[in-house]
């Protein structure tokens, strides 16, 4: 029987929780990570290695800057369609609410007959 994907994903977050609070040199676990992000960039900025390493510096940290801020403006774009989601969906519920309202007001009631 397999797992379900949302106890899968716990398990995983659970490891990942015990394993940082694990170490005791964030910086030297992230080291390699790091440094392979910096190659990616210069390698983006001075693909054929013309650049001096001062230069090729400079232009690395605006390229990492830029994709950062790219980042960021997807997560503010996914949060406002969220925003906007859920105020749909809010006023969806508050007009389903009014009809079983006016349902419930005309049910139930005694017919009274002249």
Do not use: C, Y
């Amino acid at each position: 029987m397999s797992v379900p994907d949302s106890e899968r994903t716990l398990r995983a977050r659970l490891a990942a929780h015990q394993s940082w609070a694990n170490t005791t040199d964030r910086a030297a676990r992230t080291a390699n990570a790091r440094k392979a992000q910096l190659e990616r960039f210069e390698r983006e900025v001075d693909p054929d290695g013309t650049l001096t390493p001062a230069e090729r510096a400079i232009r690395a940290e605006h390229a990492r800057k830029a994709h950062l801020l790219r980042l960021s403006l997807k997560s503010a774009a996914s949060r406002r369609k969220a925003r906007a989601a859920t105020e749909v969906a809010t006023a969806a519920e508050a007009e389903l609410h009014d009809l079983r309202d006016i349902d419930e007001g005309t049910v139930g009631r005694a017919v009274v007959s002249e």
